[in-house]
C-alpha cells in the first residue's frame, strides 16, 4: 500500500517535471509580454516534429535528433517572435489572445498540410526500463527529470545574475521605465519568447520516446495542462511554476490511481478553480515576478 | 404604411427569387455534372486522424477502380470529404456542408460511433442515404431501419458480437476469470464494456478494476501499475489504435508485460504497434471485422493492391471503407439510378459478396457480418477462426 503511493508520487513528478519545463517557458513569456501564449503546446509539438523528422528522414541519432528539434524550434519562434510577438508589447490584452491563438492555428494547421495528420511512430530515445529502489522506469524518465532539475537551476541563476535575466525581470515589473532607463524592451521581448519557445521544444523531444505517437494536435492538450500551472504558480512566477507542476503532476497520478483515469484532467481545473477562488493571485505571491 | 410594406415585401419578394435562382442554378450543376456524389465523412485531424486517412486512402481507391471501368452506370463516383476531428459536433457540422453546399446524395461515415450517432438524425432530416461502414456501437442500428432512421445503413459489425467472441475465447481457451478494463472514454469504449458485462456472469467471471481513458492520454503508468497490483489476469481493452503502443511501452515499464495480455479490440495486430511494444502485445486477443493477413482471395488482392498504392499496409479502417464503396456502388447499378429511394430499396435487398463473405442486411438495415478472433503469437496475428452471432434488438 504505502509503496504503490510512492510510486505514484514517483510517476507524479516525471509528469510534473515535463510539465514545468514546458510551463516556465509559458510564464516567463506571460511575465514579460503580459500575453498568455496559447500557442505554446505548438511550439512542444514543433520540437517534436523536428526531432521526429531528422530520425526518420535522415537516420540520425537521439542526441543530435533532441537539438535539431530545439534549434529548428528556436528559428520558427524568430519568426514568429519578430512578425508577431513583439508587437504584443503594449498592445491590450485582446491583441495577445487572437495573435497567440492565431499563430497556434497556423502552425498546427501547417505541419497537418506537411505531413498529414495521422499519428506519427517516434523511435528514438533510451526506452530500456531499469530498477532504481524497487522502482521500475524507463531511462528516458530519469534523464527527464535530470534535465527538468539542470533547466529549473539554469534559469534561476540566469534571472538573477546574468544581465539578460535581469532585464527580462526588470521588463515584468515595468515596462516604462526599461524604456526610460535604456533597456530594449522589444529585444528583451524576443529573447524571452525564443528561450520559452525553446524549452517548449525541449520538453517536447524528450518525453516523444516514453509518448511514442507524435502527430500535429498534440500541442493542444499541453497548452490546457499548463495554463492552470501557471495561474497556479502565480503569472510570471518561476519557482511558483515550478511547484504547481509538481503538485499537479503528483495530484494526477493519484488521482488516476485511487479514483479513476478518467477524472485525471478533471484534476487541473478542479484546482485551478479552487485557487482562483482563494488565492486568485496564485499559490505562490506574483508580486515578485521571477 | 402600406408602402412601406409593399416595398418590404417587394424586398423579401426580390431576396426570395434570388434565393431561388441561386438553388435552382446549384440543383442544376448537380444533375448536369453526371457524378455520383459521395460525402466521406471521417476525422482526417484529432486524435483519430489516423483512423480518416486509412478510411479516405480505401474509398479513394475504391472510386479509383470503379471510375476506371466507367464508373457507376456510366457516372464517375465524386467523393467529397468531410473532416469530423472525432467529435460529435464536429461531425454534424460536416455533415451539414456535405448536405447543403456540396449537395452530396450518399454519406459514408463516421468511424467514431459517437459522431455516427450525432450525424443520423441530420442524414434523416435531409433524406441522405447515410451507410456506415467503420462505427461498432450496437445502438446506431437498433435505432435505424424498423427502429426509426430509414436512412441510416451499416456495413460492419457491432460491440455486442465482439464482446462476447472474446470473452467466450477468453474464459473457455484461456482459463481467464478476473479482469480489469482499460478502455477509452467514448461511446464506443463504455458501450464495449457495457456488454462484455452482460455476458460475465455466463462465464463466472469478473471485473476487478475499471477505467478508462480520455482520447490521446499519453500517461498509462498509474493505471497500470494499479492493474499490476489488482491481481487481474487479463486487460479487457477496447481502445484507439494510436494509444496501444503508448499502453504497451509503459506496459514494459511497469512489468506486466508478457504476464497480463490485452484482449479486446484496438489494433493490437498492426505491425509497427507489435514493433513498438513486442513483450506486451505477445498473446493479446482481438476480435476484428477484418484484418491484413484475412485469408480470402478478394481480401488479399485489396492487401496488395492497396500497399502498392500507398507503400503502407491498410488497416481494418482502409478495407472497410474500400468495401463499402464498391458495394454502394453496387446497389446504385441494381437501382440503375442514382434516385435515393431506389438506391435505398436495392441497399435492403442486396446480396452482395465481400471479402468476408456474403452481405445482407436485416431489417434493423443492420449488415449481417461475421468477427475474425486472432490472437498474437510471435509476435504476428494468428488467426483462431471467424464468429457470427445474431442479435438480440432490444424490444
Known amino acids: 500500500m504505502f509503496f504503490t503511493v510512492i510510486e505514484q508520487v514517483v510517476n507524479g513528478i516525471v509528469s510534473g517535471s515535463v510539465y514545468a519545463i514546458v510551463a516556465v517557458g509559458m510564464t516567463m513569456i506571460f511575465g514579460v509580454l503580459r500575453a498568455i501564449n496559447f500557442a505554446h503546446g505548438e511550439y512542444y509539438m514543433l520540437g517534436t516534429f523536428g526531432a521526429w523528422f531528422a530520425i526518420e528522414y535522415f537516420d540520425l541519432p537521439y542526441p543530435v535528433a533532441v537539438v535539431i528539434g530545439v534549434v529548428t524550434t528556436a528559428l520558427i519562434a524568430v519568426i514568429v517572435g519578430n512578425f508577431v510577438m513583439q508587437r504584443i508589447v503594449g498592445a491590450p490584452a485582446e491583441a495577445g489572445v487572437l495573435a497567440t491563438l492565431g499563430a497556434a492555428l497556423i502552425l498546427q494547421n501547417t505541419i497537418i498540410l506537411v505531413f498529414g495528420g495521422s499519428y506519427k511512430f517516434f523511435s528514438g530515445g533510451y526506452i530500456e526500463p531499469v530498477t532504481l529502489f524497487g522502482f521500475t522506469l524507463a531511462e528516458q524518465r530519469i534523464l527527464i527529470i535530470i534535465v527538468g532539475m539542470i533547466v529549473f537551476v539554469g534559469l534561476e541563476l540566469m534571472v538573477t545574475y546574468s544581465r539578460m535575466g535581469k532585464a527580462m525581470r526588470a521588463v515584468s515589473q515595468n515596462i516604462e521605465c526599461c524604456a526610460v532607463v535604456g533597456i530594449d524592451v522589444r529585444h528583451i521581448a524576443l529573447w524571452t519568447f525564443i528561450l520559452g519557445a525553446g524549452l517548449a521544444a525541449l520538453s517536447g523531444v524528450l518525453t516523444a520516446p516514453v509518448n511514442v505517437s507524435v502527430y500535429g494536435g498534440m500541442g493542444e492538450l499541453i497548452t490546457f495542462k499548463t495554463l492552470p500551472i501557471i495561474i497556479m504558480g502565480g503569472l510570471g512566477n518561476v519557482r511558483g511554476t515550478f511547484v504547481a507542476a509538481m503538485i499537479l503532476g503528483i495530484a494526477e497520478s493519484l488521482v488516476a490511481t485511487y479514483i479513476g483515469l478518467q477524472f485525471r484532467d478533471t484534476v487541473g481545473f478542479a484546482t485551478l478553480m479552487l485557487v482562483l477562488m482563494w488565492r486568485p493571485h496564485g499559490l505562490f505571491s506574483a508580486q515578485a515576478r521571477f | ?395
Not at chain 2, 434570388?18 to 440543383?27: D, E, I, N
Open chain 2, 1 to 395: 404604411m402600406t408602402i412601406e410594406l409593399s416595398r418590404r415585401g417587394f424586398c423579401i419578394g426580390t431576396a426570395l427569387i434570388g434565393l431561388q435562382t441561386v438553388s435552382s442554378s446549384a440543383f442544376a450543376a448537380r444533375s448536369e455534372d453526371g457524378t455520383v456524389r459521395l460525402g466521406l465523412v471521417a476525422p482526417m485531424s484529432g486524435p483519430n486522424a489516423r483512423y480518416g486517412s486509412f478510411s479516405m486512402r480505401g474509398a479513394q481507391m475504391a472510386a479509383k477502380e470503379i471510375n476506371s471501368v466507367g464508373g457507376v452506370g456510366g457516372r464517375k463516383i465524386n467523393i467529397l470529404p468531410g473532416d469530423s476531428q472525432g467529435t460529435p459536433v464536429e461531425g454534424v457540422s460536416a455533415t451539414r456542408r456535405l448536405i447543403d453546399q456540396d449537395h452530396v446524395d450518399f454519406i459514408i461515415g463516421d468511424v467514431s460511433s459517437s459522431v455516427t450517432l450525432a450525424m443520423q438524425p441530420v442524414a434523416e432530416d435531409a433524406g441522405v442515404l447515410l451507410l456506415n461502414a467503420a462505427s461498432s456501437n450496437p445502438k446506431i442500428t437498433y435505432k435505424a431501419g424498423v427502429g426509426g432512421f430509414k436512412w441510416t445503413y451499416r456495413n460492419y459489425p457491432t460491440d455486442e458480437n465482439r464482446a462476447l467472441i472474446v470473452l467466450q475465447y477468453a474464459a473457455e481457451k484461456k482459463g481467464f476469470t478476473k479482469y480489469a478494463v482499460l478502455s477509452v472514454d467514448t461511446d464506443y469504449g463504455r458501450a464495449a464494456i457495457e456488454f462484455t458485462k452482460k455476458y460475465l456472469p455466463r462465464f463466472k467471471s469478473q471485473i476487478l478494476t475499471e477505467d478508462y481513458y480520455k482520447e490521446g492520454e499519453v500517461d498509462f503508468r498509474s493505471v497500470l501499475s494499479k492493474i499490476r497490483d489488482s491481481g487481474a489476469q487479463a486487460i479487457i481493452m477496447y481502445g484507439n489504435a494510436d494509444s496501444t503502443p503508448i499502453v504497451g511501452r509503459q506496459m514494459m515499464e511497469v512489468g506486466i508485460a508478457g504476464k497480463i495480455p490485452l484482449i479486446g479490440n484496438a489494433e493490437f495486430n498492426t505491425a509497427s504497434t507489435i514493433k513498438a511494444a513486442p513483450k506486451a502485445l505477445e498473446g493479446a486477443i482481438e476480435a476484428a471485422a477484418w484484418l491484413p493477413a484475412y485469408e480470402s482471395e478478394k481480401s488479399k488482392a485489396f492487401v496488395e493492391k492497396f500497399t502498392a498504392e500507398y507503400r503502407e499496409a491498410p488497416n481494418n479502417h482502409a478495407y472497410v471503407h474500400w468495401e463499402t464503396v464498391h458495394l454502394l456502388a453496387r446497389a446504385i447499378e441494381e437501382a440503375q439510378s442514382i434516385d435515393r429511394e431506389k438506391v435505398r430499396s436495392a441497399l435492403s435487398n442486396i446480396h452482395y459478396t465481400s471479402a468476408v463473405g456474403e452481405v445482407t442486411f436485416d431489417d434493423h438495415n443492420q449488415a449481417r457480418l461475421p468477427m475474425i478472433l486472432l490472437e498474437i503469437e510471435n509476435g504476428k496475428p494468428a488467426i483462431k477462426g471467424a464468429y457470427s452471432a445474431e442479435i438480440d434488438y432490444p424490444k
